[in-house]
């Protein structure tokens, strides 16, 4: 996905997001707009929105002088998360759809993005994945691919959040208890409020495989900064899960089969997932839709106009 205009006003809007919860003084809040908006006056439009917000959140730290802005709220919402944990697992250990409940949570854990232009309710948004219909609803032909899968064959779930990853871990336990071989793909270093090796570990995603880094500090995956140790997992995965919006805009393009597991938080990346998928821009405004989208085909994919 590449960048838009609209994508402007909201890297303005992170970066005076962050300068508040920074608590930057003033003076240095007006440096700031100032030289993020010399960034911005410089930005590729050939380039995801993730591509582009990298540069500017590494600009933002070094101004404010904070690494870690979203720390408070990143461990806040990993607490929160883990005490949803025990209930939920309950609630669809040896269901019949149990696969199926795991993965809706799974997307429904997305809803945690304090990079997002809109607040978030972690329960209403798990009530609603256990009935409204998904926007875009590839769900099946993801629990096709998992139960076909043979034993040892191997999975790359690639993290998003903070929090959403506790959610993560019911999906992530399902398939390694098929006897798959799992590698969980977090941030390098802290970026939103995504998730680092300590989170993946708090989770506990380490009990049921790897946890790797992907190199970068950036809100997706751009595979040209990630590190090589990422791309040969990347390459040679059996499937390739990618969690978030920021993972979708980053990859929504890349000439492998990914199945992607979001809510969709803008209507820019909206209007890009219904044309890839087919489906009428009216259910995808960017409102918090849920979604589990596969991109079938490698070399399939539209180039967008």
């Given amino acids: 996905m590449k960048t838009k205009a609209e994508c402007f006003p909201c890297l303005l809007r992170q ?35 993730p591509a582009n917000a990298g540069p500017i959140y590494s600009r933002i730290a070094q101004i404010t002088g904070c690494d870690d802005p979203y ?3 990143k461990k806040s919402s990993m607490k929160e998360a883990l005490n949803h944990l025990p209930d939920l697992r309950e609630e669809i250990r040896g269901s019949e759809g149990e696969l199926a409940s795991a993965i809706r949570f799974a997307i429904a854990g997305n809803i945690i993005d304090f990079g997002a232009p809109r607040g978030f309710d972690i329960d209403t948004t798990l009530a609603r994945s256990r009935t409204e219909d998904l926007a875009v609803d590839h769900t099946g032909a993801l629990i096709d691919t998992i139960e076909s899968l043979s034993r040892g064959a191997s999975v790359l779930y690639l993290a998003d959040n903070c929090g959403e990853i506790v959610y993560d871990s019911l999906l992530v336990e399902n398939l390694f208890e098929r006897g798959l071989d799992i590698t969980v793909a977090v941030k390098e270093g802290p970026i939103i409020n995504d998730a680092l090796l300590e989170d993946g570990y708090a989770a506990g995603l380490n009990n049921f495989g790897r946890i790797i880094t992907n190199g970068t500090r950036c809100p997706g995956t751009v595979l040209e900064e990630c590190s ?30 990914i199945f992607f597991l979001l809510t969709i938080k803008c209507a820019v990346a909206g209007r890009h997932m219904a044309k890839l998928a087919g489906v009428a821009v009216e259910k995808l405004p960017g409102k918090g839709e849920m ?7 490698p070399g399939s994919l539209e180039e967008e106009s």
Avoid: M, W
């Fill in 15 to 49: 970066c005076i997001q962050v300068a508040r919860i920074s608590n930057c003084s003033e003076k240095n809040h007006f440096r700031l707009l100032q030289s993020v908006s010399e960034l911005l006056a410089c930005l590729d439009e050939t380039k995801s929105p």
């Fill in 71 to 73: 720390f408070d709220k």
């Fill in 228 to 257: 090589r140790e990422f791309l040969e997992c990347f390459e040679s995965a059996d499937l390739v899960i990618s969690k978030g919006q920021g993972n979708f805009e980053s990859l929504s393009q890349v000439e492998r089969e």
């Fill in 291 to 297: 979604a589990a989208y596969f991109s079938r085909l």
